[in-house]
């Protein structure tokens, strides 16, 4: 007798008892939990949800509201449509800024991803790969303004690195806090503090990799390269979708450590060839060393939102992969 047969004698018994069958009691335990979930809703959701809305949403609104307007602050607020976007995308210092942004983005995140593979590659077979994992993993438990603060003292012109090269014959080293090189040292430093924390982030989903499939790339010979390729790559999509993700939101905010770099030249204000729109946006606003136009600097914030919002729909689909079950 099939399992199908079985049921359906079983149902037709309890149905001759005054018992409902086996289906109907499986849907109504199934319709019990969804209650008890949907019960559960309210008063776990919603106080985030609130909570949520008020830190959040509400200001996002509000900063497209107000971009919509000429204001410095105080006052009445004049209605100018889109202007303030028409002046920010005429504004040089915000196509500067925007630029940054982008190469921050995408030049720093195409080297940290690289390198975060290569570690990957490397620290799985190494002996004590736990405690390299936690050493890597630290710069990230460090706020960015000790980085900023460490590079001025480490690149300032009587710093370790000009020290170390008067040895070795450089008698004028390369004036690192330059306007012109601050923005190059920002990004490899942004590099040297983060691609320990996608590393792990790739590690992880390294591990779960079932061991038979590395066996089988040695037994056919693959190279490292070609392991990561048709293995190791396929089965972290996800996680490296997911990092992917982490990464378009957090590049677009990045603030403290520009303008910490720009502090240690002495100027208060970081010099424009290192500006973001996160520092755009904040020099509009708040700098007060002009009138503060909210306007310019909401429509500014509510480009780089946008930014990130498109970025991130075009990411998760172009990185759509079925779902690989090992």
């Not at 009691?25 to 939990?33: D, L, M, N, T, V």
């Not at 809703?41 to 609104?61: K, R």
């Not at 290192?274 to 503060?292: E, I, K, L, R």
């Amino acid at each position: 007798m099939s399992e199908v047969d079985a049921n359906a004698a079983v149902d037709t018994v309890l149905l001759a008892d005054g018992a409902k069958p086996a289906k109907a009691a499986r849907r109504e335990a199934g319709s019990s939990i969804d209650r008890q979930r949907k019960k559960l809703l309210i008063p776990f959701v919603g106080p985030a949800f609130i909570l949520y809305t008020i830190l959040f949403v509400v200001p996002s609104l509000a900063a497209v509201w107000i971009s919509f307007h000429s204001w410095s602050g105080s006052g009445p607020m004049e209605f100018v449509g889109g202007e303030n976007y028409v002046r920010v995308f005429k504004d040089p210092l915000f196509l500067k800024s925007f630029g940054n942004t982008l190469l921050l983005l995408f030049v720093v995140g195409i080297a940290i991803f690289v390198l975060a593979f290569a570690m990957s590659l490397v620290l799985r077979d190494m002996a004590g790969r736990k405690i390299v994992r936690s050493v890597i993993f630290f710069p990230h438990l460090i706020n960015a303004l000790v980085f900023g603060v460490l590079a001025g003292f480490i690149f300032n012109p009587g710093g370790i690195v000009n020290t170390l090269l008067g040895p070795l014959g450089v008698k004028e080293p390369p004036a690192w806090l330059a306007q012109e090189n601050i923005f190059p040292l920002i990004m490899v430093t942004l590099v040297a503090t983060t691609t320990g924390y996608y590393t792990t982030i790739l590690m992880a989903g390294v591990d779960r990799i079932p061991p038979y499939y590395y066996e089988d790339c040695a037994l056919a010979g693959a190279t490292a390269f070609q392991r990561l390729r048709y293995v190791i790559l396929p089965l972290t999509w996800d996680v490296f979708g997911t990092c992917a993700v982490l990464w378009t939101i957090s590049s677009v905010k990045i603030f403290e450590i520009i303008w910490v770099f720009g502090g240690s030249s002495g100027a208060g204000i970081p010099p424009t060839q290192s500006w973001t729109t996160a520092v755009y946006t904040y020099v509009t606003a708040f700098s007060g060393q002009s009138t503060p136009s909210y306007g310019a600097a909401t429509a500014s914030a509510v480009i780089s939102l946008a930014l990130v919002s498109v970025l991130v729909v075009v990411l998760r689909r172009a990185m759509r992969r079925d779902a690989v079950e090992f």
